[in-house]
Structures are given as C-alpha cells and as structure tokens.
C-alpha cells in the first residue's frame, strides 16, 4: 500500500509550501494527487514539519489531516454501502 504524507516547510521569510512525500520521493503539492491518493488509499498519514512553526500551526495541520481522514472513512464506508 503506498502513503502519502504532506511535508509542511517554512523557510527564513516566513514562507510555507507543501510537498507531498511519496513512498518514492517527494514532489509538488497537488490537489489532485492529494485526491486521486485519498480516493485510492483513504487516508493521508500524518504531516511532517520542516522550519519553525508555531504549536497553534502544527495544531491546525493536524486537524485538518484528521477531519480529512475522517470524511474519507466515512465516504468509503458509504462507498461500501452502495456495493
């Protein structure tokens, strides 16, 4: 099964970006990808940090990582229904 986790980075200027960490590497955030793994596999593992983020950012992240995970059990339990 492959994973998916998203890199959080912050660089000296306060800049954030967003990489996907793959099984083979890293690359580009995408939402696409993003959704195209979560339709595949359903979850996305939790998010790396890379720079100096806040404890109230990471919180945020981490949120948000697990309501995306929630929603996707509960619409692949849907899924299953349907079946």
């Not at 890199?7 to 990808?33: A, P, R, T, W």
């Amino acid at each position: 099964m492959s994973t998916m986790k998203l890199k959080f980075k912050k660089d000296e200027f306060q800049n954030i970006s967003v990489v996907h960490q793959l099984d083979n590497g890293e690359c580009s955030f995408s939402y696409v990808e993003m959704i195209k793994h979560l339709i595949s596999f359903g979850n996305i593992v939790e998010p790396e940090f890379d720079g100096d983020f806040t404890d109230a950012e990471k919180e945020s992240v981490a949120s948000m990582s697990k309501y995306i995970n929630e929603a996707m059990t509960e619409l692949r339990e849907e899924w299953d229904d349907e079946d």
